[in-house]
């Protein structure tokens, strides 16, 4: 190791750059930069698929220590990754960017010395830029070394910021885009949605302003991948964070922030923590006084007293001291009176008080996450049961055991998952409509037995509401009933796709349709892949782009029992059965459970049935010759209405994207996105859904980009 430290500074001593020089030098701030980023939302770098050169300081070094402890800092899976900063970085944003290295066991990255790479060091990196998700990224080239110009005495000091830059009354400022792979600091915020799997969390400032903060640096993690001899653990719910610091990523259309180093949370004194909170009714009657619990412990001090603060409806809220319990001091409880309005909304919060003055809340935001719970006379629906107002996903009766019946809308035939990481799934429904669907668990000994209810069963089932994955389910059945079988099922929902969008958890008008039968109706597939490059790669699970004029939503392909897919596995094509779904392709109608997963909503098909009207893309590829230069030809016809045939040549193979413009310049479509070997092609476009007017198309072939217009006239 030593040899190679040494190696590398004769490598950079002697200037040895040659094989970086033949490509262009651009800024971070270049790579980065989006026009309108609130009006237009994320795009792609223009500088995707380009090999190039980028200087940068770099923010964290890719290994602990290249000599004696070789752990990666961040997580990448097998990959070595950091973040570099613009050395001009400023208030202004688009300044940080992702750098990976990819197959750490070859050679060729090796001599990168990449994994010798410093913090502070100003380095001069050459790579393809690449984009995941809504992040840029740079893959560093095999075989170029980095190239130090210089060192820093430390890394750049972090932008103070608030969270109200990046979200406001609970609304995602888009134009913050700017700040991602950035370094900031937020001061006086406290944690919440404390997850003791990952290790990660959630910061707010009690005004319903959030951001997550995303373990993936191994020094926060609680998984396997976490760094060894770690002791970390995410702080309480409710604890008051005097700062913590990292680099800003997106995801989701939100933000996260990635502490680095562990002094990069810093915390002085702990509040009480209030955990076990119960109420003694599990469903609320009329007139009937209900008993609220909760377990309280010190932190740096001792609780000294306790409130427990509701309201009904829209009302003044009341605060109500909680008395401690002679049996177990921990124990402390209030009552909130009764209630004689059928159908009334009662939601609370805990907040206890220590020695030092200071205050524990559960929730810790207590404008989204409140608990609740509704006053019902009549018996429990699944509706009473999925119904979550404030925005935090979560059911009132989650952890009580309830009693429910609908008829099964999908069985285990329909969605049997994919892999060993995705589990069976089985669904039920009482009626059409928002909030009346669930998953059915299979936890525990009668939990199995649900494996074998059938679509069209009407079942009346016993068991605890459970969050799993941020999903509610009644899982841990005690009791199941087959009522009768081969039920017609409740219609599906026809929403518009941009009805659910790319909208998060954290959405009511979303999270609502959660585990319903919904359809979407002439749709057109707008990218094969929505977490990467078309076909078999690294980044595609199976999920893919829809839109029927209002907006782009995710298609889990993978879960469902039919023929359809991406191509997320080359073996695909093997089967003359399987359907591959490409780009422009068309749907009369698609029909399937919206589910949720890695905080994106998604329409689950489960069967070929679903499936209407399937229309792919029409490609006529002509090989009567080669041809020798790339042209992309004047759309025929033109004016059209409402298709014309965009035809294009290629001389050499490559990644060929073919994208249509409004007048703006904003994307309006996606044709083609996918490696062509050499030719002639034509594609077809249908403007149906658009209105008369002037539009653009081009064709990027790597370093090629050629552009021309066209006229629709309806």
């Known amino acids: ?183 900031v600091e937020f001061h006086n915020v406290i944690s919440s949605d404390r997850n003791t799997s990952s290790g990660g969390f959630n910061i707010n400032d009690g005004n319903g302003n959030f951001m997550i903060v995303y373990p993936q640096s191994r020094y926060f993690r609680l998984d396997g991948n976490k760094m060894p001899g770690s002791t970390y653990q995410p702080p309480q719910d409710g604890t008051p964070i005097n700062s913590i610091r990292g680099i800003i990523t997106v995801y989701n259309d939100g933000f996260e922030i990635l ?31 209900v008993t609220v619990s909760a377990k309280l412990v010190g932190g740096s001090g001792y609780v000294k007293s306790a409130e427990l603060h509701y309201r009904v409806g829209d009302q003044s809220r009341v605060a109500i001291p909680m008395t401690k319990s002679t049996v177990d001091t921990t124990i402390y409880s209030a009552v909130i009176p009764a209630i004689n309005k059928d159908s009334a909304m009662v939601d609370y919060f805990i907040t206890a008080n220590d020695n030092l003055g200071l205050i524990g809340y559960t929730p810790s935001d207590t404008i989204k996450g409140n608990y609740f719970y509704q006053v019902l006379d009549e018996p429990l629906t699944i509706r009473d049961v999925q119904f979550s107002p404030f925005g935090n996903g979560y059911s009132s009766y989650n952890g009580y055991q309830v009693t429910l019946s609908g008829i099964v809308t999908a069985d285990t035939s329909d969605i049997p998952g994919f892999g060993n990481g995705t589990p069976l799934r089985i669904y039920m429904q009482d009626k059409t409509g928002p909030w009346n669907g669930i998953l059915i668990g299979t936890r525990g000994i009668k939990g199995t037995d649900a494996l074998k209810l059938k679509r069209g069963d009407n079942v009346t089932l016993t068991g605890t509401i459970l969050e799993n994955y941020s999903v509610t389910s009644i899982d841990t059945l005690t009791d199941i009933k087959v009522n009768s079988s081969n039920n017609i099922l409740p219609d599906p929902v026809e929403l518009k796709t941009g009805d659910i969008d790319k909208k998060t958890g954290s959405d009511t008008t979303v999270e609502k349709w959660e585990s319903v039968l919904v359809k979407y109706h002439n749709i057109t597939v707008t990218n094969t892949n929505a977490d990467g490059l078309p076909g078999p790669n690294t ?58 997963s890695y905080s994106y909503y998604k329409l689950v098909p489960r069967k070929n049935a679903d499936f209407v009207g399937y229309t792919p893309m029409a490609v006529e590829e002509v090989h009567s010759y080669l041809p020798k230069q790339y042209t992309l030809e004047q759309n025929y016809p033109n004016p059209f209405n409402p298709s014309t045939t965009i035809t294009y040549s290629i001389p050499r193979e490559g990644m060929v994207t ?57």
């Open 1 to 183: 190791m030593k040899f190679r430290l040494l190696l590398m500074l004769c490598i950079l001593a002697a200037g040895i750059i040659s094989a970086q020089s033949q490509y262009p030098l651009v800024s971070i701030h270049d790579i980065q930069y989006i026009d309108s980023v609130g009006t237009k939302g994320w795009s792609a770098s223009s500088y995707t698929d380009d090999t190039v050169r980028v200087v940068g300081i770099m923010m964290i070094r890719p290994l602990v220590d290249p000599i004696n402890n070789r752990t990666p800092v961040m997580y990448y899976g097998n990959r070595w990754g950091t973040y570099i900063q613009d050395t001009s970085a400023s208030s202004e944003g688009w300044g940080g960017l992702n750098v990976l290295a990819v197959d750490t066991t070859s050679p060729e990255i090796q001599n990168t010395f990449f994994d010798l790479s410093d913090t502070a060091q100003i380095v001069e990196l050459t790579g393809v830029i690449t984009s995941y998700g809504q992040t840029n990224e740079m893959f560093i080239l095999p075989s170029v070394p980095v190239n130090i110009l210089g060192n820093k005495s430390k890394r750049p000091d972090p932008l103070q910021m608030s969270l109200t830059d990046f979200m406001s009354g609970g609304v995602v400022n888009k134009d913050a885009m700017k700040y991602t792979g950035m370094y």
């Open 658 to 714: 073919i994208k249509i413009y409004n007048i703006l310049g904003q994307e309006i479509q996606t044709l083609v996105n996918q490696n062509k070997t050499p030719g002639i092609y034509k594609v077809n476009f249908n403007a149906n859904n658009l209105s008369s007017g002037v539009y653009f198309y081009s064709l990027r072939v790597g370093e090629v980009n050629q552009v021309k217009k066209m006229l629709l006239l309806k």
């Open 259 to 289: 502490p680095i180093y562990p002094n990069d949370i810093y915390i002085t004194l702990t509040p009480p923590t209030i955990s076990n909170i119960k109420r003694d009714v599990v469903q609320v009657h009329t007139n009937v006084p």
């Open 539 to 596: 980044n595609n699970h199976g999920e893919i782009y829809v839109n029927d004029g209002s907006g782009d939503t995710r298609v889990e392909l993978q879960d469902g029992n039919h023929n359809y897919n991406n191509l997320w596995d080359s073996t695909l094509v093997k089967d003359p059965a399987n359907i591959e779904v490409t780009d422009s392709a068309k749907f009369s109608d698609m029909t399937g459970i919206l589910y949720y």
